[in-house]
Nanobody
Framework: QVRLEESGGGLVQPGASLTLSCEVF????????SGWFRQSPTKEREFLGG???????MYADSVKGRFTISRDNTRNTLILRMTNLTPEDTAVYYC???????????????????WGQGTQVTVSS
């Protein structure tokens, strides 16, 4: 049974940085892609970025240059580093795993089999 557990959300001021972590429990295929999404009450779930099994990343235009995706294989943890946050970044953030996904499949939420519970990020002064 695969389970994703997120942490690191919270309340920050505009311009601040925040790092989200997503620990993966259970056995997954070595060729799993991963992705980060967010959802706010007024918007549909939005793809932020992803990483394929070989470590190649891609980002949505809305966060490119501000968000960075990485992973720590020693801790089975996915990481989303966010900088220069604005109130428009306020949302619930989700990590997800996409077994066998190629890079071009990462932006589509329906391709993901496993999801974290979500962590709230609020950007406000």
């Amino acid at each position: 049974q695969v389970r994703l557990e997120e942490s690191g959300g919270g309340l920050v001021q505009p311009g601040a940085s925040l790092t989200l972590s997503c620990e993966v429990f259970g056995r997954t295929t070595s060729r799993s892609g991963s992705g980060w999404f967010r959802q706010s009450p007024t918007k549909e779930r939005e793809f932020l970025g992803g990483m394929n099994w070989s470590g190649s990343t891609m980002y949505a235009d809305s966060v490119k240059g501000r968000f960075t995706i990485s992973r720590d294989n020693t801790r089975n943890t996915l990481i989303l580093r966010m900088t220069n946050l604005t109130p428009e970044d306020t949302a619930v953030y989700y990590c997800a795993l996409c077994p066998g996904c190629i890079k071009s499949s990462l932006p589509r939420a329906s391709n993901y089999d496993y999801w974290g519970q979500g962590t709230q990020v609020t950007v406000s002064s």
